[in-house]
Nanobody
Framework: QVQLRESGGGLVQAGGSLRLSCAAS????????MGWFRQAPGMEREFVSG????????NYADSVKDRFTISRDNAKNTVSLQMNSLRPEDTAVYFC???????????????????WGQGTQVTVSS
């Protein structure tokens, strides 16, 4: 049974930083690509960033490029999202996700994400 648990959300002023972490269990973590998504009130869930199972490739939504950095530690079964220069429009619930299939990495940012954490709230005040 896959379990994903996010932490690190909170309230921050615009221009500030937060670091989200996600602890994973139930699969061989190093075999699965991981991602971060977010959902603002009244909006659909959107892709934020992804990282290949071995960390060799990453991708980002245009809205967060050059501000957010995704990383993973396969020895600790964790994936992190460092968020800098935060803006009020980054306010959302952030979700960690795991690909359904191992050794899967695609340029499509929405395909194949099958496991989800419960989410962590990020609020950026202006």
């Amino acid at each position: 049974q896959v379990q994903l648990r996010e932490s690190g959300g909170g309230l921050v002023q615009a221009g500030g930083s937060l670091r989200l972490s996600c602890a994973a269990s139930g699969r061989t973590f190093s075999s699965y690509s991981m991602g971060w998504f977010r959902q603002a009130p009244g909006m659909e869930r959107e892709f934020v960033s992804g990282i290949r199972w071995d960390g060799a490739s990453t991708n980002y939504a245009d809205s967060v490029k050059d501000r957010f950095t995704i990383s993973r530690d396969n020895a600790k079964n964790t994936v992190s999202l460092q968020m800098n220069s935060l803006r009020p429009e980054d306010t959302a619930v952030y979700f960690c996700s795991m690909q359904i299939m191992p050794y899967t990495w695609s340029s499509s940012t929405t395909a194949g994400w099958g496991y989800w954490g419960q989410g962590t709230q990020v609020t950026v005040s202006s």
